[in-house]
Nanobody, 128 residues
Framework: QLQLVESGGGLVQPGGSLRLSCAAS????????IAWFRQTPGKEREGVSCISRSGRSTNYADSVKGRFTISRDNAKNTVYLQMNSLKPEDTAVYYCAAGRPSLYYGNTWLHPREYDYWGQGTQVTVSS
């Protein structure tokens, strides 16, 4: 069974940090571009960050640049999202997604329909 599983979400105060993990089972991530999206009730899913299959290229939404860092460990079949200086507006359900290697070029990575596999999501709440 092909599956992506997110973990690491939780409640954190503004200015705090969290690290999300996205682990794959049933397939290897090293043939895929991997992205993180987030979604709040009533809004469309928003692209947060994307990493190429090698890990050498990354993309970020303007809203998280300088605060979030995406990385991958292909040996562990896992992708991470380090989130620092968290703000209340970062509160959302965070999803990881896997797709074809060329996805990270240009702005294609921002479109949820381009991805083949999705995790179930993990809740991140930033509140004092």
């Amino acid at each position: 069974q092909l599956q992506l599983v997110e973990s690491g979400g939780g409640l954190v105060q503004p200015g705090g940090s969290l690290r999300l993990s996205c682990a794959a089972s049933g397939f290897t991530l090293d043939n895929s571009a991997i992205a993180w999206f987030r979604q709040t009730p009533g809004k469309e899913r928003e692209g947060v960050s994307c990493i190429s299959r090698s890990g050498r290229s990354t993309n970020y939404a303007d809203s998280v640049k300088g605060r979030f860092t995406i990385s991958r460990d292909n040996a562990k079949n896992t992708v991470y999202l380090q989130m620092n200086s968290l703000k209340p507006e970062d509160t959302a359900v965070y999803y990881c997604a896997a797709g074809r290697p060329s996805l990270y070029y240009g702005n294609t990575w921002l479109h949820p329909r381009e991805y083949d596999y999705w995790g179930q999501g993990t809740q991140v709440t930033v509140s004092s």
